[in-house]
């Protein structure tokens, strides 16, 4: 079955760049997505196809992609960021979706 | 603006099927740009995904659940559903239904999500 791998957590202070990284073999094929997930509350789509921000996202998250390793960058991280963020992707046919496992990012 | 509410038992017992829907206020389950799926997440643990379907009852579904799991569109309602047999305690979960691209298969949209449990 197809995997993507991401860091169980990551921690940086505020005002700082955080990246999060998620791995899979199919990356360089297939698109990536990234979701942010705050307690008790459902996934929001925060990167589409690699690196593009949906419209609200603010433009401190950015995405990008490098053979089978797509980031997620958060630039001047705020305490508001602290969430679980998960990578999405799909299998080589492009007809069954994959989540990473998530990063829980903590703001110090 | 688009909305999904799922809404079905928050309880189901071992061995039975757990039923949900999925309405679709804002947009429409017949559009040609999108898919509709089942995403869930068990208390503290990771997303899952759990399948797809296309407005004419094409679907995909996740290969661990595939015996277990089948996908249902109703037009006329405007809503989808999902059916899973067999339950168990592993299937307590949130469970959530969301938009999918097709360009993409992106999922934009999310409902609020629905907790179920399987309990005796």
């Known amino acids: 079955s197809y995997e993507l791998t991401q860091p169980p957590s990551v921690s940086v202070s505020p005002g700082q760049t955080a990246r999060i990284t998620c791995s899979g073999d199919?990356?360089?094929?297939?698109?990536a997505f990234w979701y942010q997930q705050k307690p008790g509350r459902a996934p929001v789509l925060i990167i589409d196809?690699?690196?593009k921000r949906p419209s609200g996202i603010p433009e401190r998250f950015s995405g990008s992609s490098s053979t089978t390793t797509v980031t997620l960058t958060i630039s001047a991280v705020q305490a508001e960021d602290e969430a679980d963020y998960y990578c999405?992707?799909?299998?080589?046919?492009?007809?069954?979706?994959?989540f990473g496992g998530g990063t829980r990012l903590s703001v110090l | 603006q688009l909305q999904l509410q799922e809404s079905g038992p928050g309880l189901v017992k071992p061995s039975e099927t757990l039923s949900l829907t999925c309405n679709i206020s804002?947009?429409?389950?017949?559009?040609?740009?999108?898919?509709w799926g089942w995403v869930r997440q068990p208390p503290g643990k990771g997303l899952e995904w759990i399948g797809n379907?296309?407005?004419?009852?094409?679907?995909r579904y996740s290969p661990p659940l595939r015996s277990r799991v089948t996908l249902g569109v109703d037009t006329s309602k405007n809503q989808f559903t999902l059916r899973l047999t067999s339950v168990t305690v592993a299937d307590t979960a949130v469970y959530y239904c969301?938009?999918?691209?097709?360009?993409?298969?992106?999922?934009?949209?999310w409902g609020q999500g629905t907790l179920v449990t399987v309990a005796p």
């Open positions: 999405q992707s799909t299998d080589d046919t492009g007809s069954f979706v994959v």
């Open positions: 199919t990356l360089p094929t297939q698109y």
């Open positions: 969301a938009r999918v691209l097709v360009r993409t298969v992106a999922l934009d949209y």
């Open positions: 379907i296309y407005y004419n009852g094409a679907s």
């Open positions: 804002g947009g429409s389950v017949s559009s040609s740009s999108y898919y």
């Open positions: 196809s690699d690196k």
